[in-house]
């Protein structure tokens, strides 16, 4: 069993960055790939960016592309999404999560519980 716990998010003006952290444990965190998602109110959960195990390939969804960089500390069980250049539409509540495969669309094998990040206009 695997706990993720997100961190980082808060209250940002368009044009600022935020880094999201999320801590693994429970689980061997190198076994795992490990994407971000994102859930805005009133819209479906998406896809933000995915990272391999050993962090060697990362995928973004097009909305992410050249803003956010997804990263790993396989020694320190953490990832690390880094977004810059923030939009007003970059507006929801991110979620951690775990996969043993790696992959944007597949199911998840585990979730944290969120942190929302607020962009303001």
């Known amino acids: 069993q695997v706990q993720l716990v997100e961190s980082g998010g808060g209250l940002v003006q368009a044009g600022g960055s935020l880094r999201l952290s999320c801590a693994a444990s429970g689980g061997t965190f190198r076994s795992y790939a490990m994407g971000w998602f994102r859930q805005a109110p009133g819209k479906e959960r998406e896809f933000v960016a995915v990272?391999?195990?050993?962090?060697?390939?990362?995928d973004y969804a097009n909305s992410a592309k050249g803003r956010f960089t997804i990263s790993r500390d396989n020694a320190k069980s953490t990832v690390i999404l880094q977004m810059n250049s923030l939009k007003p539409e970059d507006t929801a509540v991110y979620y951690c999560?775990?996969?043993?495969?790696?992959?944007?669309?597949?199911?998840?094998?585990?979730w944290g519980q969120g942190t929302q990040v607020s962009v303001s206009s």
């Open positions: 990272i391999s195990r050993s962090g060697g390939s990362t």
């Open positions: 999560a775990a996969t043993r495969t790696y992959c944007s669309g597949c199911a998840y094998d585990y």
